[in-house]
């Protein structure tokens, strides 16, 4: 029972009661009306600029915004009048107007709000035609294209990177019918202090934000009979790659994903939840080493390179925190262009390693310098879950119909541990799992660390290991990451590890993911749904530690000797440099 | 190398104008405002700084110079025309003032001729609607505007 | 600091000196010379007049006589303006070098420089102010002191009642009294909507709030009115006394005042005034041992239009873009910082000093049923007495027009008066009759607006003139909302196409349409007004939209793509004038012949049709 006041009003001739502080629009959803909405998108831009939500209010002047405007008591509202239908026309025909209109070729054909709401309301043709604001288009980053000639304003993208990301590499310049998303002197995303988190990706109505695509490079290489083609998928792709399918939310696709693969032509596919395993490896080793030789504490992850590069452009001066290991994928790879290379007997500059990522932000991970050992590139293309969705539709591929098919062996076997990686805590849990076995010397049964898990920006815990009090913390968004380095900064934080990732809620909502009209992310908790099934694909793994994980311990043995080895250096870790946060 | 000197010199004077304000966000455009009126336009350099000192992303600060139209991104000519657009000046036939001075000059409002001499602004109301049509040379008001005038005082000001 | 004792005695002192500023009949040896500072004189050269006359008393070594910078007298078109008192003489457009005439005339010989004296509309002369027909039926409120005192005095302004509306606020009213004296004297809100002052007041001070905020709104942006400024200009002080009396009223111990920097002159005015106040302890800490506490900051407007809109105004001085916020909720429960605020335009304080010290009632009896008091105009187009008006609400537009305002100059025929800027209407000849108030302008398709009155002549196309006003709206929009971002816009386009002859009869439809919507549809104010210029032109100039896209003609003359200007023969005697003027060499012909122009090279400007002395050449 809420405690909080009821009210009553009537939508389009309902009754609907609804707590005081709801606003029109979700009252109206209580009784099933759906009213049209462009710029909002809940809980973070809610600014009621597009006017596509107007309805009347009996008594009062002027429309009133559904979308930000509390329902009141004993209010008559009426949401689709002939006044309100000819505004919404007229804000479409509008919008139209200054919009670039190749939809057919468009990334976003099909997905995209503007033109569901062109086909709701039945908009034939474009009655206000005239000039049109013209953007040059910034394709100079590895990870993101802004298309501006397709922004229609809403504004969605600038209140992601400043409010929830508190960033601000984008914002609104210029005035009137000038104005334009933009970054400081329009320069290009690579020189600004834009992190590639891509969040604004995810939450662009239209196609004027995307990833930088490399389907026609993969295709290229697949085709090519010289080039053997290995592919490694992230742990958060399967719980999320099914929805470009029509697939509920969090469905777990692992099975019909790498059987399509396999379709596709990759010589090998391969998870990347076993390269997670060897990160926990070097890791944990990495944490127990400064832990027990006052090295510097807080250590924190560096498995999100939005969130490293984010580190590299702000806190230069505290980058000895982040733990050397290199993420996942880029372990992953190296150890494909030398062990398995060596093993396989394959040149491994005839290797070509893909890999699918939640992430736009691991494009630019895999071109930094620093990825790459003896002139060999760890990973040469990375594509996110929405171009390998893009590229199974290309190869006719019924997706859905596909049968169950297993990663290959012999690198194919990964633990619970690293499967979690795909949601925030998860490389915490993790790590964890195996610090404290080898910290206590033995098999510890607690094997979940709640503590961690959910959807709050800053998670925090104390462990008792072997007599030694651990705090840990776990971060998601790159605003609560600026919180944990600020304490940091100032010699206050209480903290020995820290698992940080830039995206809200991990890796499961990154942007490289397929992405959610504002209807369906005001309905469901789309990080909720994937990061559940991510769970559930842990909890049902017989091995839930990476330590026990058998091709691990076969790679140590026969290979990389021990966590941190000499070996375990050239390939698995790396270096971080101070950058300007503007190159300009 | 004297490029970066003259950074150098830009971030410190707007280090001192920002020190004479609170170092609050809702300075910022106080400060802008100094900025402007210090250099005639607002440099890169002093942007970063102040993007700095009121920890304020650079995307932020470039949106406010942009949306207030006093603020510009670059400098202004020697030579400042402004013709006033307000009402009064309208009716009195400042459009054609403004035509005059664009093809006497060939640049058009908002630019400045390539040797940097003059530079158009089409301003509101100057408050001198006593006169009305006006424009002004900087500070230097002229009243009661025709074409021949726009012609006397630009050949005027070339010869300077 | 000040005791309130010493305030009192500074007063009392300072008013037997001032006294011939007042007073024809002042019993005094001394003469003031006012010469205005406002801005339009100052743009004239008269600093340049001020330092002349200083130079010549001191070096003639004349003695009793001062030389005193004053704000606007409000007769703009007669500027530079200087006034001696206390006699009152009028001299209009004076130059520095008319100064030692009048020194030596008028002050040694005590003689009158005929030549100077201003003329009036019948041509004349005006020996003095109170005797021009543009001040008969004014009323001065607002604008009380505006040329009167020296506005960077604050020992003037106290000489005439400064700060004894505070006084008695501070010691002798409560704050319900206060606000039920402004809500019973009817004042409405200056700025152009004209809500009740006193219900504004009334809503902050039940807001709750730990904090509140008196704010002044200052960012004057109709592009031809400057009544707010001339008030910052004349007399700054009026207004810090207005906040701080609306500061108790309400709870508030903070104000601020936005102020477009563009005003360069109001503002060091304006700031002069606040340090005057401060070091008085009329600013400050527990004022007057009253306990009240009030202190005031001016933020500067960096030249946006829609600031003027109160929620972009608040976002501005929060050191934002300034776009509007969508309202409810309103600034009096959530505004600057998110604590509840008044918000009020210069004028509209300017008037509450004078409320509180004559009484409601007083206020009341001036004016019309629903609007009262007095209204400022800042009068300009195509009228004699371009200037600054005050007249009582329910004047009719006639009486400003051709009796304050002198009618229209050049022979010329009355064709609209535009009120209300950007977001008013044109008024046309048949409502010529219309009192002055904001229900009968709003019911002709205009409104009050913050007082800017254009007046037009039969030259002007009334299709220009929306294009010109639309023109401003979209420059303006903050961008915001699609309607007016892009609807405007669109607009635009239209008019554009109509006035180069290229629209047709659905252009005219298409903006009908379209204005309708961006009216209803829009976030704020600017946008919701954006299309009245068109609306109220379509209303009463329809004909003349028609003969653009019909008969593809501009009955004014005035689209240059519509017009062809021609030299009739028969009245053209050859003198050569017109080909001198041309900009473009489009005229030919020799001495004495009949002149041809060009129509490939003429580019329509009309320099030669005002300079033919024959009215030969016409549009």
Known sequence: MSNKEEITLTIDGKQVSVEKGTTILEAAKKVNIDIPTLCFLKEINEAGDCRMCVVEVEGRRGFATSCIQKAEEGMVVKTNTPNVIEARKMVLDLTLSNHERDCLTCSRNGNCELQDLCIKYHVQNVEYEGERTEHEIDDASPSIVRNFNKCILCRRCISTCKKVQEIGAIDCAGRGFESSVSTTYNDSLKDVDCTFCGQCILSCPTGALQEKESIEDVWKKLRDPETYVIVQTAPAVRVALGEEFGMPIGTNVKGKMVTALKELGFDKVFDTNTGADLTIMEEANEFIERLQNGGTLPMITSCSPGWVRFAEKNYGELLGHLSSCKSPHQMFGAILKSYFAEKYRIDRNKICTVSVMPCIAKKYECSRPEMEVDGVRDVDYVITTRELAKMIKQANIEFTELEDNDFEDPMGEASGAGAIFGTTGGVMEAAIRTAVDTLENKSIDKIEYKEVRGEKGIKEATLNVAGKEIKIAVASGLANARKIMEQIKENKSPYHFVEIMACPGGCVVGGGQPIKSSKTRSAVDVRKLRADSIYAIDEKSKIRKSHENPFIKKLYDEYLEKPGSHLSHKYLHTKYNAKAKYDI | MEEKCVDKKVREETKEILEKHPREKDQLIMVLNDVQEKYGYIPKQSQLVISEYLSMPMAEIYGVITFYSRFTLSPKGKYNIAVCLGTACFVKGSEKILDRVKQKLGIDVGQTTPDGKFSIDATRCIGACGLAPVFTVNDEVYGKATVQMVDEVIEKYQKM | ?619
């Not at chain 3, 003037?156 to 501070?170: H, P, R, S, T």
């Not at chain 3, 004909?543 to 009245?571: M, Q, R």
């Open chain 3, 1 to 619: 600091m000040k005791s309130l004792e010493e305030i009192n005695q500074i007063r009392e002192q300072k008013r037997k000196e001032l006294d011939l500023r007042v007073n024809l009949k002042a019993n005094t040896r001394e003469k003031h010379i006012l010469v205005c500072r406002g801005t339009g004189c100052t743009s004239s050269k008269s600093p340049v007049i001020i330092d002349t006359f200083r130079k010549l008393i001191e070096e003639k070594h004349i003695e009793n006589v001062k030389v005193i910078q004053t704000g606007c007298f409000g007769l703009c078109a007669k500027g530079p303006i200087v006034i001696i008192r206390p006699e009152d003489t009028f001299y209009a457009m004076v130059t520095p070098d008319d100064c030692e005439e009048i020194i030596n005339t008028h002050i040694v010989e005590g003689k009158l420089v005929e030549r100077l004296l201003c003329k009036d509309i019948d041509e004349s002369v005006v020996h003095s102010l109170d005797e021009l027909s543009f001040y008969k039926k004014q009323k001065r409120i607002a604008l009380k002191n505006c040329g009167v005192i020296n506005p960077e005095s604050i020992d003037e302004y106290i000489a005439f009642d400064g700060y004894k509306a505070l006084e008695k606020v501070l010691t002798s009213m409560s704050q319900d009294e206060v606000i039920e004296e402004i809500s019973k004297s009817g004042l409405r809100g200056r700025g152009g909507a004209g809500f009740p002052t006193g219900k504004k007041w009334s809503f902050t001070k039940m807001a709750e709030g730990d904090q509140k905020y008196v704010v002044c709104n200052a960012d004057e942006g109709d592009p031809g009115a400057f009544m707010d400024r001339s008030i910052l200009e004349g007399d700054p002080h009026c207004v810090i006394e207005a906040m701080m009396i609306a500061g108790y009223a309400i709870g508030a111990d903070k104000g601020y005042i936005y102020v477009r920097a563009e005003y360069p002159i109001a503002v060091h005015r304006f700031q002069v005034a606040i340090d005057q106040a401060r070091e008085y302890g009329i600013l400050g800490k527990n004022i007057w041992n009253t306990g009240f506490n009030f202190d005031l900051e001016i933020r500067l407007g960096a030249g946006a239009f829609v600031c003027g809109e109160e929620t972009a105004l608040l976002e501005s001085i929060e050191g934002r873009r300034g776009q509007p916020r969508l309202k409810p909720p309103y600034p009096a429960n959530a505004g600057l910082w998110g604590k509840p605020t008044l918000i009020n335009n210069v004028e509209t304080y300017a008037n509450i000093t004078k409320i509180i010290l004559n009484g409601a009632d007083w206020y009341n009896s001036i004016g019309t049923e629903t609007s009262k008091g007095t209204k400022v105009f800042a009068l300009g187009g195509n009228v004699v007495n371009v200037g600054l008006v005050e007249v009582p609400m329910g004047t009719t537009l006639r009486e400003i027009v051709f009796d304050i305002g002198g009618g229209i100059p050049g022979g010329k025929e009355f064709k609209a008066a535009q009120t209300g800027g950007p977001s008013g209407g044109c008024i046309p000849k048949e409502h010529l009759d219309t009192p002055i108030d904001y229900e009968s302008l709003s019911s002709i398709g205009s409104m009050m607006g913050s007082g800017g009155l254009i007046v037009m002549d039969d030259t002007k196309c009334m299709v220009n003139l929306a294009k010109f006003y639309l023109g401003f709206t979209v420059d303006e929009s903050c961008g915001k909302c699609t309607p007016c971002r892009i609807g405007t816009k669109r607009m635009l386009e239209i008019l554009t196409k109509i006035c180069d002859g290229e629209g047709t009869e659905s252009d005219i439809e298409k903006l009908e349409t379209l204005a309708k919507n961006i009216s209803k549809a829009s976030v704020c104010g600017l946008g919701q007004t954006a299309p009245n210029p068109v609306l109220s032109t379509l209303k009463y100039f329809k004909d003349e939209y028609k003969a653009h896209v019909v008969d593809k003609k501009c009955p004014a003359g005035e689209c240059k793509a519509l017009a062809s200007i021609t030299i009739n023969p028969e009245l053209c005697k050859g003198c050569g004038i017109c080909k001198r003027n041309c900009p473009v060499d489009a005229i030919t012909g020799e001495v004495k012949q009949a002149h041809k122009i060009n129509p490939e090279i003429c580019i329509k400007c009309g320099s030669c049709v005002e300079k033919c002395p024959f009215k030969a050449i016409s549009k």
